[in-house]
Every structure is written in C-alpha cells, then in structure tokens.
C-alpha cells in the first residue's frame, strides 16, 4: 500500500491519500484529542502529540500539526499511523460501526434557524454548496457546513485544512460569498459561524 500526500492551502496541515476509502459518506472533524477517542485511527494519529486536528473526507485524511512542529518528523509518523490502520482493516470508528457518519455541520446545530418561507432559498444554497463548493473545498483537504440563512446572510463553517487556514476569509468572501450572490439574488453576504 502507498500512501500519497498533497499540500493544502494551509500551510499547517498535510492531505494524506490512502487510495482507498476513508467515509464511505459524509465527514467527520476530530478538533481535540477527546473528540478523537471516538476514532482509534484519529486517535492514533493525535497521541503524536504534534497534532491539533484530524479530518476524514471520502478518500483523504487531513491533519493540521500544532504550532512550532515539523512536517519532516511527523509526517513519516502519520503515514505509518496510516499505513498501520488501513493494512490491518481497523475499523475506523470505535465499535467498528459507522457512528461517526454525520452531516456536515449536525453535530454544530444551526447557528440561526431557518424560516419556513426561505425554503425554497435555502435548497438553492445547499445545492450550490454541494455541487459545486464542497467539491472545491475537499481538493484542498476540508469541507464547509452549512450553519443557517437570516436575511440574506448565510452562516458557514469550514472544516478540516480550510479551518484556520490563512486564505480562508478570501474562500469564504470572494469565492463562495461571490458564488452564492449570483446564483441566489436573495443572498447578500456569507459569514464565518
């Protein structure tokens, strides 16, 4: 087995391809070394002790390493980590089942509720933000989840490399801030949540 790697935008965190399927659906961010007890493979690669995020999308990891450590060190640790896991057929989750599958930004709740009458709006967002922003955001090692729409203003947070990440604002403000406005006159901004 062969474990590629790819840069992010974010100079902090590395995209690791398994050739294989990591979430057969859905995502799942692991912020904190408790969250991660859920995965004995985000785990794993948290007990590094250099490590501040892990990220599953479909057929990628991203980890984000902690301020002041080396890619040159931990990144042979991770694809061992890595290597170990898919190898073996660890289960990713613990109790070998598919806990872990959610939708992007459930297990954050929304941050404004959606209104009835914007219905038809919100569909319109959320299929742009699948077809077209979520793919884009995956290629650099993340995901967005989408967080409400009040009086023009989407709320969004982004997930996995695009979190922190220096270009993020410019993601959010030019890209997809742009994209929804002109697909979705009703759209007037998009915010961080």
Not at 8 to 19: I, V
Not at 51 to 58: A, K
Not at 181 to 186: F, G, M, R, T
């Amino acid at each position: 087995m062969f474990i590629e790697t790819e840069t992010t935008p974010n100079p902090s965190s590395l995209k690791f391809l398994p050739g294989r399927t990591v979430m057969p659906a859905g995502t799942r961010e692991f912020a904190s070394p408790e969250a991660a007890e859920a995965s004995p493979l985000a785990e794993a690669i948290f007990n590094t002790g250099e490590v501040v995020n892990v990220f599953f999308g479909y057929d990628f990891v991203t980890v984000t390493a902690a301020p002041g450590s080396e890619w040159s060190a931990l990144k042979p640790e991770v694809v061992t980590i890595l290597l170990d896991h898919f190898v073996s057929e660890a289960p990713l989750f613990v109790g070998g089942s598919a806990d872990g599958i959610y939708v992007p930004g459930e297990e954050l709740g929304l941050m404004v509720e959606d209104r009835e009458e914007d219905a038809e709006i919100i569909s319109s967002i959320h299929e742009l933000l699948e077809t077209r922003v979520r793919p884009a955001v995956a290629s650099d090692g993340g995901d967005i989840a989408y967080r409400g729409f009040s009086e023009g203003v989407v709320y969004l947070t982004l997930q996995g490399a695009c979190a922190g990440c220096p270009s993020s604002t410019m993601t959010l403000k030019q890209g997809i801030e742009s994209l929804l406005k002109h697909y979705v006159p009703e759209v007037t901004e998009v915010r961080a949540a």
